[in-house]
């Protein structure tokens, strides 16, 4: 997954191992409440929706699919002595956990216990660019649009930092 560093909105590439692009998506930096889509770059088709919540205790994000029925929503856990959580539950039940270190991107994504997929950062690019790789039984819309709002999250607390 690509991220373009200097944009007037939000922009990912999300491509497979080959350079191929996969998906597009796109949201707009000062948007209330931010809503990103997820297209097919090809057919323009649309994929998915991620949309964040205005009022909310966590910081919140639904994940729907093409016909806009929820696929899960992500949540960032509050207080945590070290580090950051999120976590993905869907009709009240957590489907997933996400750990990690969220600011120098790196970090895995797990089903009861069992690691499913993994971002990292590649360092050495352009733009910034996520490597990410699924490893078990998972939704990869769910990886995909995690993916997009931790990264959300990250630059806009960086921008309430400064």
Do not use: C
Request: proline fraction near 3%; hydrophobic fraction near 40%.
């Amino acid at each position: 997954m690509k991220k373009r560093i200097l944009s007037l909105r939000e922009h990912y590439d999300i491509e497979d191992r080959s350079g191929n692009r996969l998906a597009e998506g796109e949201g707009n930096f000062i948007q209330i409440p931010a809503i990103f889509q997820v297209k097919d770059p090809r057919s323009n088709t649309h994929l998915m929706e991620i949309e964040g919540k205005i009022i909310t205790i966590h910081k919140q994000f639904t994940i729907k699919d093409y016909n806009g029925v929820p696929l899960g929503t992500i949540k960032k856990k509050i207080v945590k002595l070290i580090g950051q959580e999120f976590w993905i539950e869907k009709d009240g039940a957590e489907i997933m956990r996400i750990y990690g270190n969220f600011v120098n991107h790196d970090y895995s994504m797990e089903v009861k216990g069992q690691q499913v997929a993994s971002v990292h950062r590649k360092w050495v690019s352009i733009k910034d660019q996520f490597g990410i790789s699924i490893m078990g039984p998972v939704d990869p819309r769910l990886v995909v649009g995690a993916t997009i709002v931790i990264e959300h999250i990250m630059v806009e607390e960086e921008r309430e930092r400064k």
